[in-house]
């Protein structure tokens, strides 16, 4: 995104809703310490939200939450810039920083300042409207099945993406496979819709015929020097960027959908029979617990039944054996009203002036893994409204202390809310 459109004016320029941009920012609902921006390729983007070297995972969902409020309207670059530097220097983190990289033990530096919060916000919401565009492309392609690549057609475009501009191919081309700006850092290409009246017509709306041949794709060997991988890049288009977020974010969505479908269908013996037996899948677990989160967030009057996470570990069920608990037989659950309960009351930013820190849909998927760990105590109030009981289970982890309601249901354990506090 070049310095001439807020993300307010590109969204508009796109057709693009706001909201379309932001659910593509909030789906990447695992965030990833890395320590090189290379480290997660391509599709990887579409599940992780990572920011090099940024090793602390409270900062990473913080700025990941004003990014998703930029691009939702309610945050402009100016405040971003400043919410997001006012941040880092409270955590110690403005200027240049050491980190150790724990795969060679190597010290690394880092460096937030303001030129590197300008690429950090440029290139996320960049990739958020593009994401969300080809969601809408997809919906519009009866009517509109082709795109025209356009460039800004000024002398800071370069000469590959210059030759690109104007190529005008169906919406599913292979060439948006790897060709689906943006191509790069800082670029400010982008596609519009065309319909077949205007293709058969032959020329863009200012007069310059279309290209309607699809450009030789010519690929260059890149090393990758965090993983010693070769990639083959696509030429005139930066390495890393060489995919098509919007549809990398289709396929994220479809697999949290599947793996949301398929624990729903499992009742609780068979949930605990699949993963005793190592059959289990905890990526998809994982984004099918945020994507419950995501839907709670998007819908709030919308319940949903409960999501199952996880059996209860042994040592839980003796802790609770302990306080008079039989719980041994029980699934771990995230519930629609819990969640938001969470999500309204301590998830806002405001919780730090009363001393806590925002919760964050990531510690709520991590609810099931949580609660294995945590120490478990009688609840407070010890009985529920609905004369179910309750227990606190507390865990410090990273620094933070996890206090979490949990009601004992017949069959599962659900999170009623969730608060985070700085570990003692």
Not at 41 to 67: G, K, P, V, Y
């Amino acid at each position: 995104m070049g310095d001439d459109l807020t993300p307010q004016e590109f969204a508009r320029l796109q057709a693009v809703r706001p909201e379309e941009a932001a659910a593509y920012l909030q789906g990447r609902g695992r965030l990833a310490i890395t320590y090189g921006w290379q480290d997660r390729w391509h599709e990887e983007h579409a599940h992780q939200f990572t920011i090099s070297r940024l090793t602390r995972a409270d900062l990473l969902a913080s700025l990941q939450d004003m990014l998703a409020k930029s691009v939702d309207g309610d945050l402009s670059r100016r405040d971003f810039n400043r919410d997001a530097k006012a941040l880092l220097q409270k955590a110690g983190w403005w200027g240049t920083t050491e980190v150790v990289d724990p795969a060679t033990g190597e010290i690394l530096k880092t460096r937030f300042d303001a030129r590197r919060l300008k690429l950090i916000f440029d290139t996320n919401t960049r990739q958020a409207y593009a994401a969300g565009q080809w969601e809408r492309l997809q919906q519009t392609k009866r009517t509109h099945p082709y795109l025209r690549y356009i460039t800004k057609r000024d002398e800071r475009v370069r000469a590959t993406h210059r030759a690109w501009d104007n190529v005008t191919l169906p919406v599913d081309d292979s060439f948006w496979n790897a060709h689906y700006p943006p191509n790069g850092w800082h670029c400010r290409c982008r596609v519009v819709a065309v319909s077949q009246a205007d293709y058969d017509k032959g020329t863009a709306p200012g007069g310059q015929p279309m290209n309607k041949v699809a450009p030789e794709v010519v690929r260059r060997p890149w090393l990758n020097r965090r993983t010693d991988e070769v990639h083959q890049v696509p030429a005139g288009v930066d390495p890393g960027f060489g995919y098509n977020a919007g549809k990398a974010s289709i396929r994220a969505k479809q697999l949290r959908q599947l793996a949301q479908g398929k624990l729903a269908q499992l009742s609780p013996d068979m949930a605990r029979a699949v993963r005793r037996a190592g059959l289990g899948l905890p990526d998809l677990d994982r984004e099918a617990a945020l994507d419950f989160v995501s839907q709670v967030q998007t819908q709030p009057s919308a319940k949903q039944p409960p999501m199952v996470l996880g059996t209860l570990e042994a040592s839980a069920a003796k802790a609770a054996q302990e306080l008079g608990l039989d719980i041994g037989d029980k699934v771990l659950a995230l519930d629609h009203d819990g969640v938001r309960h969470a999500l309204a009351q301590h998830g806002d930013e405001r919780e730090r002036l009363r001393g806590q820190i925002p919760v964050t849909a990531d510690d709520l998927a991590q609810f099931g893994a949580l609660f294995n760990r945590a120490n478990l105590e009688p609840g407070d109030p010890p009985l529920s409204k609905d004369g179910s009981k309750m227990l606190l289970a507390i865990v410090k982890s990273e620094g933070i202390e996890y206090r979490m309601a949990v009601k004992v249901r017949r069959n599962d354990l659900v999170l009623q809310t969730m608060y985070k506090l700085p570990a003692k």
